[in-house]
């Protein structure tokens, strides 16, 4: 089973568009009681999440856990900081990179894997607004060719 293998809960598109990424990191989350629920009723946003390493722990700002319905008064905050679970080699390397200029922690998906809510954390550089041109440039090419030859094959 490959590493971000799983039911996928939530992605984070936008997150590849803005940033470069170089390497990934699979992470589990401390969560409360509802947050679980609503995780599994896919009622969660990464759009403009971040991970940030504070005194030797990784934590997941900004993601938004929504309400779970059934929670009544047990609901949690939906913005909360959420404490990440990695190795202390992992961190480490964390650590290093995220003191590099340029370089951010950007959650690119979440998912369930084995019952545990897992998330996985992409070190990513920024990209500049050419780069973004020439990634969408590329892209609409290739789908051109693969469309032509399509057309080719039906003939």
Known sequence: ????????????????????????FEAGIVLQGTEIKAIRARRV???????????????LHNMHISHYEQGNRYNHDPLRTRKLLLHKKE???LIGVSKESGYAL???KL???NGFAKILLGVGKGKKKYDKREDLKRKT???????????????
Not at 10 to 15: C, E, G, T, W, Y
Not at 51 to 57: D, F, K, L, P
Not at 141 to 155: D, G, N, P, Y
Request: hydrophobic letters at 35%; proline letters at 2%; aromatic letters at 8%.
């Open 1 to 24: 089973m490959a590493r971000h293998e799983g039911l996928l809960i939530a992605q984070n598109k936008k997150a590849r568009h803005d940033y470069t990424i170089e390497d990934t």
């Open 45 to 59: 946003n990464l759009k403009d999440s971040f991970a940030r390493v504070q005194n030797g722990e990784v934590f």
């Open 91 to 93: 961190i480490s390397k």
């Open 106 to 108: 950007v959650p690119l």
């Open 111 to 113: 998912y369930i894997k």
């Open 141 to 155: 090419a290739k789908r051109e060719i693969e469309k032509a030859f399509r057309e080719r094959q039906k003939m």
